[in-house]
């Protein structure tokens, strides 16, 4: 355990070179304890900063899913990229019926903060994914801080985009594997931000992709998306169409990838996540 910064260590194994790492910590942003994983590539074992890709899981997922799952780890060594892990949400706040609905409460953080109650106490992934992870884990390891990416899957999308357009020179790279982009007019996300944030729409617009891009927010580096055209959730709650839309109107720069046959699962991210590290790796001047 780092005493200094509080961290325990969990788990710790060696791959691809690298050491993959699992920690525990005291959140005083959500007031619970809260773990997230990181992979150190080789080139970190010597002490120097690497470049980080902050990775934000989906719905029911974990802190484990996306080391475990995405297959990115052997291109992750390659490229000298550190990957950081949160969990989707708070855990143990002991809201009634947090755990009832899979797509609401725990498993579902959709990284904001919450101001409805009894939520706006611990669901604060927002402010813990944009400031006090990133502070508490490039001050324990070797990970450059001014080179720093964020990428996601489904809820984790939602995510990256959503910090990445908020914060684009902190967030100096963004990609997204099927991510919720409007989550304004879709089910999964019309349920989490009425519960989160309440009846208020225009309060919703901080957390919506879309909405972010018609309000002026841009990000100077091109944004990776990839969506899988037999995803089952495609028209229902993903629904694409809106960001390309938005960006096109914006003069952003967003490179939306229709891959034809994927799904929604961590089969069709492991088919391209290696695109997606080169993508960061470009972006964060990986040589």
Known sequence: MDKALGLTLLEEHKSHGGRLMFYEHASGVLGLPARFGVFLPPAAQSGNKVPVVYALAGLTCTQ???????????????????????????????????????????????????????????????????????????????LDGTKRGIMGHSMGGHGALVHGLQAPLFWKSISAFAPVVHPSVVPWGKKALSTYLGTNHAAWRAHDAVCLLEDGYRHSAPILVDTGMSDQFLQRELQPWHLVEAAEKAGQTLICREQEGYDHSYWFVQSFVVDHLRHHAAILGVA
């Open 64 to 142: 484990e899913t996306f080391l475990i799952k995405s297959g990115a780890l052997a291109e992750a060594a390659r490229l000298g990229l550190a990957l950081v892990t949160p969990d989707t949400s708070p855990r143990g706040a002991g809201i009634e019926g947090e755990a009832t609905d899979w797509d609401l409460g725990t498993g579902a953080g959709f990284y904001l903060d919450a101001t409805e109650q009894p939520w706006a106490q611990h669901y604060r992934m927002g402010s813990y994914i944009a400031q006090e992870l990133p502070l508490l884990v490039e001050s324990a390891l070797p």
